[in-house]
């Protein structure tokens, strides 16, 4: 039996568009925009009729950089697939791609596997995965083939946290030509890790112990080196390149300087980056554990260029890199030893609001929220127009979001599993009112609708920039 409803009197915002038009929504997709009052749009009838006069319509939210249930440094991100898909539909996310992990000596096989039972029947919007490949080898890179055909066509690697996660120049260049011929794409956790090590041995040894160091020893220099030796290992390899969570002038110039050559070179930076500074790592007491993550928080002068290379499109996509660990009993691992403190920011709830608020502020227009926030994201891995965009046979995740409405983000009042907000306190103007996923509620004004089991895996194709 087919479901229909109408969404009437609205906004639309797309990458592309800005329109007062009507969405007919029929059997979970789009079906039909037509400009309000227009008689077209009057004929429609529907069992469920949304009214959204005076509010934005704009495509669900798509964040590509998630860890639920990460492991790091002995402890576990603190929300499952179920607290933190919730989460993210009520801030107006309505898919993730999560990152599921190999573990050294083990397949990529295993890795997926345990990730897909962790996320199955409890999200409550739709995911996909990336694979964090922690162990290049012959059977490894075979593997790979193999995921990009089943629709897991990422994989990220990390020039930091050697003994963990960290591969080698001679494996990262080994993974880049295997994604040059079947198709995927490489992300880069781009730091000098092994330099890092260094600099955090030396810290360590002077009694410099609190989060700051954290900050001091990642250095914006050890950030652009790396994101400058992967653009040259993926140039080598003849190999597109995504660099994830860029936070440095410097490394937003490196990419800025591939992309000029036309190199197929993308860059993605976090709200914490745009939002929070070095400022916040040096909070009295132990509060500046809460902004510990790799790559680190900036002096506050870096947010410009963040800015302005998201204006220019010399960085693409705006994720979260939603990582969270509660401040008592998980950051609290490294009192004493910054270096033990899990990295990490909750965010996933945050991401769609803060940006609204970079529109109200005037870092950039309405119709780039959208490009930075859904489409970008969708295009990059693979997702459209199925998500990212309100178009007849896209998902209907839609989102009634109201630009006027004022709010306090508050831990008090989120809805991630962790006990504190890095925004904590923070006026913001604009809020998500309704959420759709394929058609169903999952805010009713706001109001939890969904259900855990309703998300649904979502395979994808390889990078749309690149087809
Ligand atoms: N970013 C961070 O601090 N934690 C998550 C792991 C990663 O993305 O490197
Ligand atoms: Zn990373
Ligand atoms: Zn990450």
């Not at 409803?5 to 997709?29: C, F, K, M, P, Y």
């Not at 993926?234 to 990419?255: I, K, M, N, W």
């Not at 630009?403 to 904590?424: G, I, L, W």
Request: net charge negative; proline share 4%.
């Amino acid at each position: 039996m087919s479901s229909r409803t109408v969404i009437r009197g609205g906004l639309v915002i797309t990458a592309s568009d800005e329109i007062h038009a009507d969405v007919l929504i029929e059997d979970g997709r789009v079906a039909a925009l037509a400009a309000s009052g227009t008689p077209a749009a009057a004929a429609w009838t529907a069992e469920r009729v949304v009214d959204a006069t005076g509010k934005y319509v704009i495509p669900g939210g798509v964040d590509v950089h998630t860890h639920m249930e990460l492991p790091f440094g002995g402890t576990f991100a603190s929300d499952t697939f179920e607290t933190g898909t919730r989460a993210a539909a009520w801030g107006g996310t309505t898919t993730i791609v999560d990152f599921a992990v190999q573990s050294v000596g083990r397949s990529l096989r295993e890795g997926l596997d345990a990730w897909h039972g962790k996320a199955e029947g409890n999200c409550a919007i739709d995911y996909g995965f990336h694979m964090i490949v922690s162990d290049v080898n012959q059977d490894t890179l075979k593997e790979m083939d193999l995921l990009v055909e089943e629709g897991v066509t990422s994989f990220k690697q990390f020039m930091a946290y050697p003994g963990v996660f960290y591969s080698d120049d001679g494996q990262i260049l080994r993974a880049m030509q295997r994604s040059a011929e079947n198709g995927g794409l490489i992300m880069m956790h781009a730091e000098n890790g092994i330099a890092i090590d260094v600099l955090v041995e030396q810290a360590l040894a002077r009694g410099e112990t609190d989060p700051r160091y954290h900050g001091e020893v990642r250095k914006a220099l050890l950030e652009a080196e790396a994101t400058h030796r992967a653009i040259k290992l993926a140039q080598v390899a003849g190999a597109p390149l995504y660099v994830v969570h860029v936070s440095a002038a410097e490394a937003v110039a490196e990419l800025a300087r591939a992309r000029d050559e036309g190199r197929h070179v993308f860059g993605e930076t976090c709200p914490q980056y745009l939002f929070l500074s070095t400022d916040n790592l040096a909070e009295p007491g132990f509060e500046g554990s809460k902004y510990v993550c790799s790559t680190p928080l900036r002096p506050k002068e870096h947010q410009a260029k963040l800015w302005q290379g998201l204006r220019t499109d010399d960085l693409q996509v705006v994720s979260t890199d939603h990582c969270p660990f509660c401040f008592v009993g998980q950051k609290e691992l490294g009192r004493g030893d910054f270096s033990k403190i899990p990295n990490g920011l909750p965010g996933v709830e945050n991401r769609m609001d803060l940006l609204h608020q970079a529109v109200v502020d005037g870092h950039i227009s309405r119709r780039r929220w959208i490009e930075i926030a859904c489409a970008a994201p969708a295009r990059m891995f693979g997702m459209y127009p199925k998500k990212g965009t309100l178009a007849p046979g896209s998902d209907a995740d839609v989102v009634i979001y109201d630009p006027h409405a004022e709010q306090t983000v508050s831990a008090e009042t989120h809805h991630m599993n962790v006990d504190y907000s890095a925004y904590e306190g923070r006026r913001l103007t604009g809020r998500v009112e309704t959420v759709l996923s394929r058609g169903e509620p999952v805010i009713d004004q706001r109001k939890f609708a969904g259900r855990a089991g309703h998300g649904l895996y979502t395979p994808r194709s390889t990078c749309q920039y690149l087809q």
